[in-house]
């Protein structure tokens, strides 16, 4: 049973626009969310991330919102670019666990 | 660069073989962690070290068999693996407890292909 869960297995976006990840999660221990990037050949990067006393994190171009109730995270990437073109992993942390999404590979359209 | 360095990048290795796959980190971490990730699968924690204390192992079998000499360097010894453990390998280090709020920080993985 995936306790993390982005529904969404790839997603094009037109450069420039607004793209948005979404993740679903349903261990309401998780206290703790992550965003990681991963290029081919890379290991993942972490990108940003939200306590579960917040709704919202912004850094630059990147923001996560969280909405606890519906035990659902996005991430916003806007204006979009595209060295932003990879697989993004969400991440649910608590209970002594971390749990990864199986990641949204997305596309950044010139 | 992220600090966390892992050898080879690449290995090919039959069934029968005995292989071993390297991770460094020079972040001064506390804590190392082996993940697997298969095709269109998540990312599987395998193992989890602790100020050099093995904290969590999850379900692995015991083909795979990690190392952890020291808090900067962490190995998994491969043996009589089967082609479906063939994966991309991933070492990942972080300052803090196993499941405190911290990020951890990867490597770049070993590709692993298993003939």
């Known amino acids: 049973d995936q306790q993390v869960k982005q529904n969404s297995p790839s997603l094009s976006v037109q450069e420039g626009r607004i793209s948005i990840l979404n993740c679903d999660y349903t261990n309401s221990m998780f206290d703790y969310f992550l965003w990681y990037k991963k290029y081919p050949a890379e290991g993942p990067t972490f990108l940003i991330s939200?306590?579960?006393?917040?709704d919202k994190n912004e850094d630059g171009r990147f923001t996560v919102f969280l909405n606890k109730s519906a035990k659902h995270l996005s991430l916003h990437i806007v204006p979009s670019q595209p060295g932003d073109s990879a697989v993004y992993f969400c991440a649910a942390s608590g209970d002594d666990k971390i749990i990864f999404g199986k990641g949204t590979r997305l596309h950044i359209l010139p | 660069e992220t600090g966390v360095t892992q050898t080879p990048r690449h290995l090919v290795m039959g069934m029968t073989n005995k292989k071993s796959l390297k991770c460094e980190q020079h972040?001064?971490?506390?804590?190392m962690y082996w993940y697997k990730q298969s095709a269109k699968k998540p990312l599987e924690l395998m193992f989890v070290?602790?100020?050099?204390?093995?904290?969590e192992n999850n379900s692995v079998p015991s083909r795979f068999s990690p190392e952890c000499p020291n808090s900067s360097h962490l190995f998994l010894h491969l043996h009589t693996l089967q082609p479906e453990d063939s994966a991309l390998y991933l070492c990942?280090?972080?300052?803090?407890?196993?499941?405190?709020?911290?990020?951890?920080?990867f490597g770049q993985g070993t590709r692993l292909t298993v003939v």
């Open positions: 972040l001064g971490h506390n804590a």
């Open positions: 939200i306590s579960s006393i917040k």
């Open positions: 990942a280090s972080s300052q803090g407890a196993w499941g405190a709020r911290t990020e951890a920080f």
């Open positions: 070290y602790n100020f050099k204390e093995q904290t």
